[in-house]
T-cell receptor, first 109, second 114 residues
């Protein structure tokens, strides 16, 4: 079966750095996505990786290793507004998105 | 610019009652449209997707149905709700002949079935 694993919850301190990991086993691979979802709201697109390596976008970076079936989302200079769930999703060989359950990130002052 | 709206935002329904959630997209033509359900502690579950008017693909057999009566309108329905239908329902859109993975979501509809 297809599976996306990410930690259920993480806690970090305002101003610090946090890394959220995601491992996947899917039928084919056409890209990995990170979405941010604030409580009670819809997910919004953060990043996309299809080749190995690091993609940087401001305070957020996303890394992919296809051979290891592994990605991480790195958030720097954490702000209270970064408190949210972060969803990892993989586009499989049928171009369907397979979603992880999400990682709830709690930021403490 | 493109916008997506879905309603109602919140509803509480008794078991066995009907359901209708509506979603509309503005500012784009011939979008791909999706209905997802998000249950607590689980990943987004794709329920239906549509690549055009009257074209509906069902991903999960259940007591829900979807219709696309107009290009930018997508409706999720049920004739008789079950307790297990409770959840957060999300409509989403993107464009292109294949799914690129970048989706734009509506505000979501929280359904509680009692």
């Amino acid at each position: 079966g297809q599976n996306i694993d990410q930690p259920t919850e993480m806690t970090a301190t305002e101003g610090a750095i946090v890394q959220i990991n995601c491992t996947y086993q899917t039928s084919g691979f056409n890209g990995l996505f990170w979405y941010q979802q604030h409580a009670g709201e819809a997910p919004t697109f953060l990043s996309y990786n299809v080749l190995d390596g690091l993609e940087e976008k401001g305070r957020f970076s996303s890394f992919l290793s296809r051979s290891k079936g592994y990605s991480y989302l790195l958030l720097k200079e954490l702000q209270m507004k970064d408190s949210a769930s972060y969803l990892c999703a993989v586009l499989d060989s049928n171009y369907q998105l397979i979603w992880g359950a999400g990682t709830k990130l709690i930021i403490k002052p | 610019s493109q916008t997506i709206h879905q309603w109602p935002a919140t509803l509480v329904q008794p078991v066995g009652s009907p359901l209708s959630l509506e979603c509309t997209v503005e500012g784009t033509s011939n979008p791909n449209l999706y209905w997802y359900r998000q249950a607590a502690g689980r990943g987004l579950q794709l329920l239906f997707y549509s690549v055009g008017i009257g074209q509906i693909s069902s991903e999960v057999p259940q007591n829900l149905s979807a219709s696309r009566p107009q290009d930018r309108q997508f409706i999720l329905s049920s004739k008789k709700l079950l307790l297990s239908d409770s959840g957060f329902y999300l409509c989403a859109w993107n464009t292109g002949e294949i799914n690129t993975g970048e989706l734009f979501f509506g505000e979501g509809s929280r359904l509680t079935v009692l």
